[in-house]
Each structure stands twice: as structure tokens, then as C-alpha cells.
């Protein structure tokens, strides 16, 4: 009978110190997470994101324009308040115009958003496990210390004597004050009246775009409304236009003849090009990726028009439009420096840097321009400077080429001068690239080492000079796909897609590939 109560007894010891470790824990946790602020960049803006209970993702933007939320449908109520700081575009229109076109292909922000909360509630979980264990810890310890005679002294002593009532009371003063100045301090919990974006913009209902999108969406309601209604408007339209024609075409997609998907064991890349932040474009070219079971994509760059750090959402977009499928790319002269590269790696994407890669077989060659230009201007730096760097990539990558032990089946280059003297040397099968923004070839060119076949891509993003970004297509947008057997590329078929929302496929074209044994040229197999 005593065993069994010397043992419920311990039973009950180790519940209680576990409940303690837990409740410390969930307490600590809680707490980091809601007091973790993280710095990032979301479209054109610096922001801050804190992590929050109330279920939803708010955005604030500043006293000229209203606050916006929507459900997180994240579990445990988790949310998020996203607070929008300065922008390097100077234009509040323009700034507001370039947010709306994000809008309308959110999910590379989005993912940014999610992956820190999932880091800081990642960290917060550790903080609170240390918290947990320490507390345990610590009273087990003072328990063994202590030991079970001092323990029946403090209980017969009790109650304690003022002295050490004092003592405890403010040892128990001192906790609580460090309990509430950890606790969130409010700032959340401010008096805003929240209405569907739907009853301050009544217009969404007579726009023919999909805007089934913005139904969740809650706009807080006061001057800020107002004040801003003008600017709002304009914004709104933006995101309708781009809703209605980007959906269009991508729906389109699904219904247009003639793309051609890879036949026995063949394999299908999508090439994308000069996207320069047009993120609505992803959304058609997946589609088209889709119509094509493409097995990887190919990007020759320029997916930025400054290379700036906070153009990093075209980078995000592309990941997450392509997020099941390897991306190999190179970047182009207006992703100068290394930010956008470096990007890129983080992304997950193969950037080539003037070694061959390998992906099912086929030999990719490739590597970034090495000049730099910016938004309006030509290249940055010595023009003599930029030539010479041109010509000494070109060598680099026809030396690489023409000494591999397996030929290269595709050499990817941001501008075809990267790759002059592989071309003419014929030691790849195809060079692709872009950075013209217009269509050049396909065109058949034999060296002393065989056939190269070199195609240049149109803007994948419709660009006009180094700007795409908009509602609509500025001009005619290009996709390529390249069909691929035994690892080399036998056939082309690029996708053109018009500012009048016309698709045009084009022919599917065989490639001739050199012979590796007899260095003759034959034509693909069928």
C-alpha cells in the first residue's frame, strides 16, 4: 500500500514537471514567434513581416491607403502582419500600378512570406523546447539539491516568515512583469472596422476578370478609403486587366493545336528569356509547359530589369510557377551583379558558370553575360572593357565545348556573341539564347567539328528595351521547345504569343545532328 502510494506519488511529481516544461515552452515559443520581426523585400517595397494568432495576412501600406487582410487558412491561427516600407521607384502611381500587376500572380510573394514565418515559427519552437528543457531541468536539479529533510522543514515551517514572504512576493513580481513585457504589446489590437473589398469597390463586381480571388479579401474602413479611392482605382483596374488577359491566355493554352508533346522516350524543355519582371506571363508559359510535358526549363536571363534586390520576385515567381521541375539558367546583362544570381542558387536553380552539367543525359553548357546595363541606358562601364569580355567568354566556352569528352547538346548563353566561336566551330549541337528580343533562326552553321543549330528567343515577357511588367503584352512573347532523344536535341517548336491575345505555334522542327562517331551529319529520328 505504500509502494503503490510512494509511486502515484512520483506519478504525479512527473506529470506536474512535465506540465511546467510545457506550458514554459509553449509560452516561450509564443511568444518569440510574435515578437520576431523579419526584413524582406516583396515586390517593389523594403517590408517587415511579424507573425501573428489572428488567423489572417495583413498588409499595411502606409496612412494614405487603407489596410488589407485576407484568411491565412494557416493552422493554430497563425497570420501575419506585413508592413510595407519604401520603394526605390519614386512614382507613388507607378509604385502602385507595378503592386498591382504582382498581385495578379501573387504566389512567388506569397512563398516568400510563408518561408519565413515557417523559419521563425521554426525557431521559436527550438527556443521554446531550450525553455522547456532548462525549467525542467532547473527543478529537478534544486529538487535533488534541496533534498526530501530540507523539503519536510520548508513544509512544517509553513507559513514562511515575513522575511521570506517579502523575498517571494517579489521574486513573484518580477516574474509576472517579465511574463507581461514579453506578451504582445497591443499593437494589434487597435480598433479597425473591417468590410469585404467588395463593398468599398463595387466595381469588382462589374469587371469581366476573375476577381474571385479578392472575395476573401477584407479592406479596413475609414479615410484612408477615401483619401486613396483615386489611386486604389487605378491599381484595381491594373489587377483586372491583368487577371482578365493573362487568364485568357493562359486558358487558351489549354485549347490551341499543334504543341507537341515528347513522343516514346523522348524528353521536352521549355526555354523562357528576358522575362524582365513580368510575373504574368509565368502563368501562360506553365501552362504551355504543361500542354508540352516539358521534364525541365532552360532560362537565358534577363529576368530582371535592373537587377535590383527587390527584383527579386521575379526569381520567386518563376520558382514557384516551376517548382516541380529542374530549372538550368544563366543570367543576362540586366540582372547586373551578383544579387540576382545569387538568388537564382537560392531558388534551387542550376546557374551555369562555364562548366558542363548534366540532366538526363544531355550535356548543358552555359554562362551568365558578363556585362551590365540598366533600366534605360546601354551597357554600364569601358565599352572596349564589355567587347573584350564577350570575346573572352566566347573562347572560354567553345574551349570547354570542343575539348569535352561527350559533345555538348545545348549551350545556353544570354546573347549568341557568348557564343560566336563555339558556333563556328560546330561543338554544340544547339546554342540558344536571347537578349535580342526578337526571333533569330533557327540557322544551321558547319564547323570542322559538326552542326550547331543556334535559335534566338523573342521575350518570353513581351519586352519593350528592358521593361514588360504591365497588364498587358507590350509586344509578341516567345516560348521555345526543345525535343530531346538519347540526349541530344532533335526538334524545335517555339510559341508565339501576341499582344492581341493570339497564340500561334509554330512547326515542329527537326534538327540535324552531327554523327559522333563519323562526324557526318544526319537528320533526327523520327
Not at 25 to 54: I, K, M, Q
Amino acid at each position: 500500500m505504500v509502494a503503490g502510494g510512494v509511486m502515484a506519488g512520483r506519478v504525479l511529481r512527473i506529470a506536474a514537471l512535465l506540465v511546467v516544461g510545457l506550458v514554459v515552452g509553449l509560452w516561450v515559443a509564443a511568444a518569440s514567434f510574435l515578437h520576431s520581426e523579419r526584413s524582406v523585400t516583396l515586390g517593389a517595397h523594403a517590408a517587415t513581416v511579424n507573425g501573428t494568432f489572428d488567423g489572417h495576412a495583413t498588409v499595411q501600406a502606409g496612412p494614405l491607403l487603407p489596410e488589407f487582410r485576407l484568411p491565412s487558412n494557416a493552422p493554430f491561427g497563425i497570420g501575419a502582419t506585413i508592413v510595407l516600407h519604401d520603394s526605390p521607384i519614386t512614382n507613388f502611381e507607378e509604385i502602385l500600378a507595378r503592386d498591382a500587376a504582382i498581385a495578379a500572380a501573387p504566389e512567388g510573394e506569397i512563398a516568400k512570406v510563408e518561408a519565413e514565418l515557417r523559419d521563425v515559427a521554426l525557431e521559436s519552437a527550438v527556443r521554446g523546447l531550450a525553455a522547456a528543457v532548462a525549467t525542467v531541468t532547473a527543478i529537478v536539479v534544486v529538487w535533488r539539491i534541496v533534498g526530501p529533510e530540507r523539503r519536510a522543514e520548508l513544509v512544517a515551517s509553513w507559513p514562511p516568515s515575513r522575511g521570506a514572504a517579502t523575498v517571494a512576493g517579489t521574486l513573484a513580481v518580477v516574474l509576472v512583469a517579465s511574463v507581461w513585457v514579453a506578451l504582445p504589446n497591443g499593437r494589434d489590437q487597435r480598433n479597425v472596422t473591417w468590410v469585404p473589398i467588395a463593398t468599398e469597390f463595387p466595381e469588382l463586381d462589374t469587371i469581366p476578370a476573375d476577381t474571385s480571388a479578392l472575395r476573401s479579401v477584407e479592406v479596413s474602413k475609414g479615410a484612408a478609403v477615401t483619401g486613396g479611392k483615386a489611386l486604389l482605382d487605378g491599381a484595381i483596374a491594373t489587377y483586372s486587366e491583368s487577371v482578365e488577359f493573362y487568364g485568357d491566355l493562359a486558358a487558351k493554352v489549354e485549347d490551341v493545336d499543334g504543341i507537341r508533346a515528347p513522343e516514346g522516350d523522348e524528353i521536352t524543355a521549355l526555354v523562357v528569356t528576358d522575362r524582365h519582371d513580368n510575373i504574368t506571363m509565368d502563368q501562360v508559359a506553365k501552362a504551355i509547359a504543361d500542354r508540352a510535358d516539358i521534364s525541365f526549363v532552360m532560362n537565358l536571363g534577363d529576368d530582371t530589369s535592373n537587377g535590383a534586390s527587390w527584383e527579386d520576385f521575379s526569381i520567386r515567381s518563376l520558382a514557384t510557377t516551376f517548382e516541380d521541375y529542374p530549372v538550368y539558367a544563366v543570367a543576362g546583362n540586366h540582372d547586373q551583379g551578383p544579387y540576382i544570381r545569387e538568388e537564382m542558387e537560392r531558388a534551387g536553380f542550376t546557374v551555369l558558370d562555364g562548366e558542363i552539367e548534366e540532366f538526363e543525359g544531355i550535356s548543358l553548357l552555359g554562362d551568365s553575360d558578363p556585362r551590365s546595363s540598366g533600366l534605360t541606358a546601354g551597357y554600364t562601364g569601358n565599352e572596349g572593357e564589355n567587347i573584350g569580355a564577350i570575346g573572352e567568354q566566347s573562347e572560354a566556352l567553345a574551349e570547354t565545348a570542343c575539348e569535352a569528352d561527350e559533345r555538348v547538346g545545348v549551350l545556353m548563353v544570354h546573347s549568341s556573341a557568348s557564343a560566336r566561336e563555339t558556333i563556328e566551330r560546330g561543338c554544340a549541337d544547339l546554342v540558344l539564347s536571347g537578349h535580342l528580343h526578337r526571333q533569330v533562326g533557327p540557322t544551321e552553321t558547319e564547323g570542322e567539328e559538326g552542326i550547331t543549330t543556334a535559335l534566338t528567343t523573342a521575350s518570353t515577357g513581351g519586352a519593350v528595351y528592358a521593361f514588360a511588367l504591365g497588364s498587358k503584352l507590350r509586344r509578341d512573347a516567345q516560348v521555345t521547345l526543345v525535343t530531346f532523344d538519347d540526349g541530344r536535341p532533335v526538334g524545335l517548336q517555339i510559341v508565339t504569343l501576341k499582344p492581341g491575345a493570339i497564340i500561334e505555334v509554330g512547326d515542329y522542327t527537326e534538327l540535324t545532328v552531327s554523327d559522333v562517331d563519323d562526324d557526318t551529319a544526319t537528320p533526327a529520328p523520327q
